[in-house]
């Protein structure tokens, strides 16, 4: 499943990398000219704008050196995120989407950027990871290990922010949904065909125990966690969750 879902995102990095980010026919690779684009990046500076907002009331002395954007796609949040960090790493599977990132960086002239492939290939300290729609495409078994990750390289006084799905609203069709996609992908796809005309691969939606992950950063020593209400859709609902280490570490 790990490998179908990196599989996926590199199919819509390759094919409708906007599209894969934000599931808007506005943002399909046939429908984006340079207003949708515009569009699409402004939608990234409000959530960036909000984010900032918070970490102001959350940890308004937190060290602004490194940023990490986990599943930064074509850079929607780490463009407007680089213009207040000293350095920004971008994470991401799909070469696709770290491609348009970089272009977005260049006509930006931001040139405080890097990329990454995965979180194994970063060292800490890092004064922020973010992390926004996302981890709801992950296994939630596997997202709590990369959580877990993330705490380890955030560094004294840094700040983890995590948005994630914790239930579903409509818990039979979000199951069911779930399961067609699981278990019958090839015949998403040509659902998608016929009603969209796109065969896409299927996104799957995957929900955490909010108390597990809790858990699983309390016994690595976090003592402090805030949680914001954040949905990814109209079936779900999510957190945004907050966790900052002490000065020392």
Same mark, same amino acid.
């Given at each position: &499943? %790990?490998?179908?879902?990196?599989?996926?995102?590199?199919? !819509?990095?390759?094919?409708?990398?906007?599209?894969?980010?934000?599931?808007?026919?506005?943002?399909?690779?046939?429908? &984006?000219?340079?207003?949708?684009?515009?569009?699409?990046?402004?939608?990234?500076?409000?959530?960036?704008?909000?984010?900032?907002?918070?970490?102001?009331?959350?940890?308004?002395? %937190?060290?602004?050196?490194?940023?990490?954007? !986990?599943?930064?796609?074509?850079?929607?949040?780490?463009?407007?995120?680089?213009?207040?960090?000293?350095?920004?790493?971008?994470?991401?599977?799909?070469?696709?989407?770290?491609?348009?990132?970089?272009?977005?960086?260049?006509?930006?002239?931001?040139?405080?950027?890097?990329?990454?492939?995965?979180?194994?290939?970063?060292?800490?300290?890092?004064?922020?990871?973010?992390? @926004?729609?996302?981890?709801?495409?992950?296994?939630?078994? @596997?997202?709590?290990?990369?959580?877990?990750? &993330?705490?380890?390289?955030?560094?004294?006084?840094?700040?983890?922010?995590?948005? !994630?799905?914790?239930?579903?609203?409509?818990?039979?069709?979000?199951?069911?949904?779930?399961?067609?996609?699981?278990?019958?992908?090839?015949?998403?796809?040509?659902?998608?065909?016929?009603?969209?005309? @796109?065969?896409?691969?299927?996104?799957?939606?995957?929900?955490?125990?909010?108390?597990?992950?809790?858990?699983?950063?309390?016994?690595?020593?976090?003592?402090?966690? @805030?949680?914001?209400?954040?949905?990814?859709?109209?079936?779900?609902?999510?957190?945004?969750?907050?966790?900052?280490?002490?000065?020392?570490?």
């Amino acid at each position: &499943m %790990r490998t179908d879902i990196e599989q996926a995102w590199r199919n !819509f990095g390759q094919h409708d990398p906007f599209f894969g980010v934000l599931s808007d026919v506005r943002y399909r690779r046939a429908e &984006m000219d340079a207003t949708r684009r515009a569009e699409f990046y402004a939608s990234g500076r409000n959530d960036v704008a909000e984010l900032t907002a918070r970490l102001d009331r959350l940890a308004p002395d %937190r060290p602004r050196g490194t940023l990490v954007d !986990f599943g930064c796609g074509v850079g929607r949040c780490l463009v407007a995120l680089a213009q207040q960090y000293d350095g920004v790493i971008g994470v991401d599977v799909s070469e696709g989407m770290i491609a348009e990132a970089k272009k977005s960086l260049e006509e930006n002239k931001i040139g405080n950027a890097r990329f990454a492939r995965s979180l194994d290939e970063l060292t800490p300290p890092v004064d922020l990871i973010h992390s @926004h729609y996302v981890l709801q495409h992950i296994d939630a078994n @596997h997202g709590r290990t990369l959580i877990a990750r &993330m705490w380890e390289l955030v560094g004294p006084g840094g700040v983890l922010a995590v948005q !994630f799905p914790i239930t579903a609203r409509r818990p039979l069709r979000a199951k069911l949904k779930e399961a067609v996609k699981r278990w019958l992908p090839s015949a998403v796809r040509a659902a998608n065909l016929l009603r969209k005309g @796109h065969a896409d691969p299927p996104m799957h939606m995957h929900c955490y125990d909010l108390g597990a992950v809790a858990a699983d950063l309390s016994v690595r020593g976090c003592a402090e966690i @805030h949680l914001i209400r954040s949905d990814p859709d109209t079936e779900h609902l999510g957190m945004f969750l907050f966790a900052r280490k002490d000065s020392a570490g």
